[in-house]
């Protein structure tokens, strides 16, 4: 039988999930042999991993100005989403108006979808041509009901960085609750709570090199919630379940990490992804570039190709060992456009052709270049095979 030869991976698929940083890998370790006890017990042992957690809480707590008090340990962040707003609902149940955006995250988005069956009125807040929200029609949106308002920090698909603290004081002067999902913004931009109108905060492990499986919920201190798991004293009686000790010791070194390299993220990175960006849209014929250029996160670009599938150019990237991504991979599995690419109102020549590059800090120049070397001809080919296309994309 002939041996199979390794393929060179190049991954930039960060948006989706991230490798797990082997300084987080070694510190979980000890947690998967020795340091097994059950944190909640009285023993010694136990509260040894208990002292383990309140330390990886102070490091969470450090890379979104935050208290530990105001930290609960979650399973991802699609927990951490569903939390907050079905905690603040249950919180306030006379009050039956919520407002979001149309590009959200599933994880709030079909959420809202949901409310909408069950009794609640839901706004979903509009966007530009550019991905960017209106602060006026929040404030036109705001009614006296209105118990919760879900903004993301920053798209998962386009990149965009949306203005929280602005959003947040609209919000805060009609005197409803604020949850964000910074899933995306953590680690990849500043983040400080103190002082801030966040209410409520969601985080993901695996998007900054902690393992999937853990997430976070940031709790300000005085926001009325009930928890959304219920059971045992856990998390000060806020998430129930005894607490998966390795990823949550992981995560707080991953966080270590990020606000060690946050720097790098927002400089070398950044000069990757527009390397990158820039010859795209340079030399390859009717390529555009999707959401905000300027308000962005510093390792996403989103380029939809025309006149062909995102999907034929995944599956031929793929073959050189070249990850990337059509979008959000929690809707990878569907046909239709972006839902984000489709209320900026991307024209369906372009939305089908859509491609995001999503970096980290173990991306190289290097790997920019094999991206090119492989996707120009990859494009090219692809109009090649359809008809009447190449004459369009000139």
Same mark, same amino acid.
């Given at each position: 039988?002939?041996?199979?030869?390794?393929?060179?991976?190049?991954?930039?698929?960060?948006?989706?999930?991230?490798?797990?940083?082997?300084?987080?890998?070694?510190?979980?370790?000890?947690?998967?042999?020795?340091?097994?006890?059950?944190?909640?017990?009285?023993?010694?042992?136990?509260?040894?991993?208990?002292?383990?957690?309140?330390?990886?809480?102070?490091?969470?707590?450090?890379?979104?100005?935050?208290?530990?008090?105001?930290?609960?340990?979650?399973?991802?962040?699609?927990?951490?989403?569903?939390?907050?707003?079905?905690?603040?609902?249950?919180?306030?149940?006379?009050?039956?108006?919520?407002?979001?955006?149309?590009?959200?995250?599933?994880?709030?988005?079909?959420?809202?979808?949901?409310?909408?069956?069950?009794?609640?009125?839901?706004?979903?807040?509009?966007?530009?041509?550019?991905?960017?929200?209106?602060?006026?029609?929040?404030?036109?949106?705001?009614?006296?009901?209105?118990?919760?308002?879900?903004?993301?920090?920053?798209?998962?698909?386009?990149?965009?960085?949306?203005?929280?603290?602005?959003?947040?004081?609209?919000?805060?002067?009609?005197?409803?609750?604020?949850?964000?999902?910074?899933?995306?913004?953590?680690?990849?931009?500043?983040?400080?709570?103190?002082?801030?109108?966040?209410?409520?905060?969601?985080?993901?492990?695996?998007?900054?090199?902690?393992?999937? /499986?853990?997430?976070?919920?940031?709790?300000?201190? +005085? *926001?009325?919630?009930? !928890? &959304? =798991?219920? @059971? /045992?004293?856990?998390?000060?009686?806020?998430?129930? +379940? *005894?607490?998966?000790? !390795? &990823? =949550?010791? @992981?995560?707080?070194?991953?966080?270590?990490?990020?606000?060690?390299?946050?720097?790098?993220?927002?400089?070398?990175?950044?000069?990757?992804?527009?390397?990158?960006?820039?010859?795209?849209?340079?030399?390859?014929?009717?390529?555009?570039?999707?959401?905000?250029?300027?308000?962005?996160?510093?390792?996403?670009?989103?380029?939809?190709?025309?006149?062909?599938?995102?999907?034929?150019?995944?599956?031929?990237?793929?073959?050189?060992?070249?990850?990337?991504?059509?979008?959000?991979?929690?809707?990878?599995?569907?046909?239709?456009?972006?839902?984000?690419?489709?209320?900026?109102?991307?024209?369906?020549?372009?939305?089908?052709?859509?491609?995001?590059?999503?970096?980290?800090?173990?991306?190289?120049?290097?790997?920019?270049?094999?991206?090119?070397?492989?996707?120009?001809?990859?494009?090219?080919?692809?109009?090649?095979?359809?008809?009447?296309?190449?004459?369009?994309?000139?």
């Amino acid at each position: 039988m002939e041996k199979e030869t390794s393929k060179r991976i190049v991954y930039v698929d960060n948006n989706a999930t991230t490798s797990i940083a082997s300084e987080v890998r070694d510190a979980m370790m000890p947690y998967f042999n020795d340091k097994y006890a059950n944190p909640s017990s009285m023993h010694t042992f136990g509260g040894c991993l208990s002292k383990d957690i309140e330390a990886a809480r102070e490091k969470v707590a450090r890379i979104i100005g935050a208290s530990t008090q105001e930290i609960v340990f979650t399973s991802c962040g699609t927990e951490s989403d569903n939390a907050a707003i079905f905690g603040t609902l249950s919180s306030y149940p006379d009050r039956k108006h919520v407002i979001t955006t149309r590009i959200e995250h599933p994880a709030v988005l079909i959420c809202g979808e949901y409310l909408q069956r069950h009794g609640y009125d839901v706004t979903f807040l509009s966007v530009d041509s550019y991905g960017r929200i209106d602060p006026e029609e929040l404030t036109k949106s705001m009614r006296k009901d209105t118990v919760l308002v879900s903004i993301m920090w920053a798209n998962n698909e386009v990149g965009n960085i949306y203005p929280i603290e602005e959003l947040g004081r609209i919000v805060k002067s009609f005197d409803s609750v604020f949850h964000v999902d910074a899933v995306q913004a953590a680690g990849k931009i500043p983040i400080n709570l103190k002082n801030s109108s966040v209410d409520l905060l969601s985080l993901s492990g695996h998007k900054l090199h902690a393992p999937k /499986g853990v997430g976070v919920l940031y709790i300000k201190r +005085g *926001t009325r919630f009930r !928890p &959304y =798991i219920m @059971g /045992g004293h856990q998390e000060r009686g806020r998430r129930a +379940g *005894t607490e998966n000790v !390795p &990823y =949550i010791v @992981g995560l707080g070194v991953a966080c270590e990490l990020a606000m060690k390299n946050i720097n790098d993220e927002n400089t070398r990175v950044k000069s990757m992804r527009d390397y990158l960006e820039k010859r795209i849209l340079d030399e390859i014929p009717s390529a555009y570039l999707n959401g905000d250029p300027i308000n962005r996160l510093p390792n996403t670009t989103n380029i939809s190709f025309e006149f062909i599938e995102g999907e034929a150019i995944l599956l031929m990237l793929d073959r050189a060992g070249i990850c990337a991504s059509s979008g959000s991979a929690c809707t990878s599995g569907s046909l239709e456009p972006s839902h984000v690419l489709r209320a900026m109102g991307v024209p369906f020549t372009r939305a089908h052709g859509s491609i995001r590059f999503s970096l980290s800090r173990y991306n190289t120049m290097d790997e920019m270049d094999y991206i090119l070397e492989h996707l120009k001809p990859a494009v090219k080919r692809l109009r090649e095979m359809s008809p009447g296309v190449e004459s369009f994309a000139k």
